[in-house]
């Protein structure tokens, strides 16, 4: 049995037809996915928004959205850990959880000066406060390409946000001082929310002091609220990982390597068969039992295939940079079972009676392609057929080799614990089950009417 | 009482659909035997191979082998064969040292033993300069001899060899028959089918001659050639042969057909031994005149056609 296996694998390893399907095709296929989606996951990152701020008496008299302008030019709250306590980001291919500045805040001494650097579009807006306390946006009204759009629109969304919250607080706090009979007060050197700060007048000292002090307690904790929003805000993940639009293409192509690999079991039960091949007949005169030669012949299959795919993925996932959620040993053990349910898939179509090895290999090119298709590999179009395969006709997409291996990875980069992995394992590995007994019917002749 | 055949076929029925490929085919074969199996395309020698070593269903007949009943799994009588196909069977990915040592190793588990099996196998082909070499590599006749020497290095008390010189050189044919009866004078057993003549007639010591399934006749060369009556040709140049003398010589008991173009006169003659001196004692007496005189014994070749037929096959 050593002896077939180790000359099997050596002539399947010579062998440059199969070598070019289960290796050198992915790892080409892989580099293409690299140049065109590459832009794919940065681009679906925010970028800090440049805004220019007129400096001037009204801008620091402003004090709350100073504070607003303050808080928005520094870095981000990191996202929350996720459940498995590791991070979530392992230096790969997707998107970041390191979110920098919103905007980078760039203080000008005049409106003219801002202007000036509006019009030589360096930034494409800036902020001014008026006579009253109210920030404007100014922004230029043409020449504005796709990218300035969107940072005109962040821009506009911060200062309707600011002027909306204002808006609330100044009736808030107008209702608080009705209750208690009392004119608002801001804190001393305080500044509202929606402008200047509201003249601390002589009602409020008429006022009984003891509601008049829980007023201004009121008031200074809904100013600490509105200028920092975040704090009754929480990121929560519901995913190991964040989002990606890219690593779903690699995840189906390795389903489509991992199923392009059986034509290397394929080859084999054809040079091992009586019917299929001069080659078979001979073995099959020899004096080792076949059972041997079969399985030993498929184990040298499926080391090939595990070996040929698990270069693809240290490609891929080295590389090339794709994020497989920082679970290796996982992703090694998901190949083996892909590259299993390839070979036995392989074995099941190499066992066909009466059909040439072209027409074989053929056929499985044409399934591995189908099944591709049916599971994301081609673009937008082809995830969304998936997609709505996934939903409309599971049980298809259960059995599609291609598809389960996708979901494999799938599930190790989205999913906290390893529930559905297993599943997804334990789907492949009926699969093979399958496939081979399949096959076992029909190779279990020892004997042929015609060869 | 055991039977001292190597192979013994009795009554073997083989059916391709509504086509009869071996029609109670009947064979034994004795150890240390040449066996010719000869028959035109489609004759059922292949397909006769093929059943004797389980590789084919048949309808009907017992096979046995070594003294022994032969089934699929009779591995232990498959390991005592040797078996060079039709169609040359080597990985074309394997060296010629691999690919020997590969189809040694189904039969040979220990690596020592096998290595030394594996050289001899080698050397007895003439393949030593190109044991590194992929058969893609090698010429036509150079592959044969790969082929051979993958059914043979085991060391096999009985070798099946299948047309193993189709399309091989005059020089590797002679090399490849020299093998087989070295191997033969070893004490292996050889069963040999092939479409050359004088291949068979060179090499083997029992001929059976097969057609559309059926036995047409078996035997040594000798009592083949007997069976037939044929005997020899004889070819004299001469010119203006009279037809009183034409006459004459068909006329002989001896004389079974006369040719004559004006130039050469073709007669062949039934068994005996006084065939020429009686065709020429009527020239002489004619007083012809004539040039050369040949005279050719018959041929495997002239029984095979006299009982398979002149016609083309397919």
């Excluded at chain 1, 969304?384 to 799938?410: G, H, M």
């Excluded at chain 1, 529930?419 to 007994?437: H, I, P, Q």
């Excluded at chain 2, 055991?2 to 085919?25: C, F, G, M, Q, T």
């Excluded at chain 2, 037809?243 to 004459?248: C, K, V, Y």
Aim: charged content about 20%; some cysteine; hydrophobic content about 45%.
């Amino acid at each position: 049995m050593t002896n077939t296996f180790t000359y099997t694998l050596l002539a399947l390893v010579r062998e440059r037809d199969a070598l070019i399907w289960a290796l050198a095709f992915p790892l080409v296929l892989a580099t293409l996915f690299f140049a065109m989606f590459s832009g794919i996951d940065s681009s679906y990152r925010l970028k800090t928004v440049p805004i220019v701020v007129v400096d001037d008496a009204h801008y620091r008299d402003a004090a709350a959205f100073v504070s607003l302008m303050r808080v928005l030019s520094e870095p981000a709250e990191t996202g929350a850990p996720t459940s498995t306590g590791a991070a979530a980001h392992d230096g790969a291919h997707g998107p970041s959880t390191d979110a920098g500045p919103l905007l980078d805040v760039r203080l000008v001494a005049s409106t003219e000066e801002a202007d000036a650097l509006l019009k030589s579009r360096d930034v494409v807006g800036y902020y001014v406060v008026d006579a009253s306390g109210t920030p404007r946006l100014v922004v230029s009204a043409v020449g504005l390409d796709i990218t300035e759009e969107v940072t005109r629109t962040i821009l506009k969304t911060v200062i309707d946000n600011y002027l909306r919250s204002a808006a609330t607080a100044e009736t808030v706090m107008a209702k608080t001082a009705q209750g208690i009979g009392a004119a608002p007060a801001w804190p001393a050197g305080a500044a509202g929310p929606a402008g200047p700060a509201a003249p601390a007048g002589p009602a409020g000292a008429a006022a009984p002091a003891a509601p008049a002090a829980a007023a201004a307690a009121t008031i200074a904790e809904l100013s600490e609220t509105l200028a920092h929003p975040l704090q009754f805000t929480k990121e929560l993940r519901v995913t190991a990982n964040d989002a990606s639009g890219s690593v779903r293409y690699y995840y189906a192509l390795l389903g489509f390597a991992a199923l392009m690999t059986a034509q290397v079991g394929m080859l084999t039960v054809v040079r091992t068969q009586a019917n299929l091949s001069p080659l078979g007949a001979r073995r099959a005169l020899g004096g080792t039992n076949r059972s041997v030669t079969l399985v030993a012949g498929l184990l040298a299959s499926w080391l090939l295939s595990f070996v040929c795919i698990l270069i693809a993925y240290c490609y891929i996932r080295f590389a090339l940079g794709v994020s497989f959620g920082g679970r290796d040993p996982a992703c090694v053990l998901g190949l083996a079972a892909a590259t299993l349910m390839a070979t036995s898939f392989g074995t099941l179509i190499g066992a066909i009676p009466r059909m040439t090895l072209g027409a074989k290999g053929g056929i499985l090119i044409g399934i591995t392609c189908l099944a591709s298709l049916f599971a994301g590999l081609y673009g937008t179009p082809a995830q969304r057929l998936s997609d709505w395969l996934s939903r409309e006709a599971p049980a298809f997409q259960q059995i599609n080799p291609v598809q389960q291996v996708s979901t494999l990875f799938y599930t190790l980069y989205y999913y906290d614990g390893y529930e559905a992995f297993f599943s997804t394992v334990g789907a492949l590995l009926v699969f093979s089950a399958a496939c081979l007994a399949l096959a076992a019917v029909l190779m279990g002749r020892q004997r042929y009417a015609s060869v | 009482m055991p039977d001292a055949s190597v192979v013994n076929v009795e009554s073997l029925v083989k059916r391709y659909r509504d086509l009869i490929a071996l029609d109670h085919l009947s064979m034994r074969i004795a150890p240390g035997e040449v066996f010719g199996l000869l028959g035109p395309n489609g004759s059922g020698k292949t397909t006769a191979i093929n059943c004797i070593l389980q590789l084919l269903t048949y309808e009907k007949g017992a096979i046995e082998l070594f003294g022994e009943k032969m089934t699929p799994s009779r591995y232990d009588l498959k390991r005592r064969i040797g078996i060079v196909p039709q169609s040359v069977a080597v990985f074309e990915e394997l060296s010629v040292r691999e690919n020997i040592d590969y189809f040694c190793a189904l039969y040979i588990k220990d690596a020592t033993k096998r290595k030394t099996m594996v050289d001899e196998a080698i050397e007895f082909v003439g393949l030593g300069e190109h044991t590194r070499f992929r058969p893609r590599r090698l010429s036509g006749g150079l592959v044969r001899r790969l082929n051979i020497a993958c059914g043979i290095a085991h060391k096999p008390e009985l070798i099946f060899l299948d047309e193993p010189t189709v399309a091989v050189d005059p020089q590797s044919r002679n090399a490849i028959l020299e093998g087989i009866l070295r191997l033969n004078n070893e004490g292996t057993t050889v069963v040999y089918t092939s479409h050359y003549m004088e291949e068979v007639e060179s090499i083997c010591s029992r001929i059976m001659i097969l057609d559309r399934g059926q036995v047409l006749a078996s035997g040594s060369n000798s009592e083949l050639k007997a069976l037939i009556g044929t005997g020899e040709k004889i070819l004299i140049e001469t010119a203006a042969l009279p037809d009183d003398t034409l006459t004459r010589l068909r006329a002989l008991a001896s004389v079974r057909s006369l040719n004559y173009d004006g130039a050469e006169l073709a007669i062949a003659c039934s068994g005996g031994s006084r065939n020429l001196s009686d065709v020429l004692d009527v020239l002489r007496a004619q007083d012809v005149s004539f040039g050369r005189v040949y005279s050719e014994p018959p041929t495997l070749n002239d029984v095979f056609l006299e009982l398979t037929g002149k016609g083309l096959r397919d």
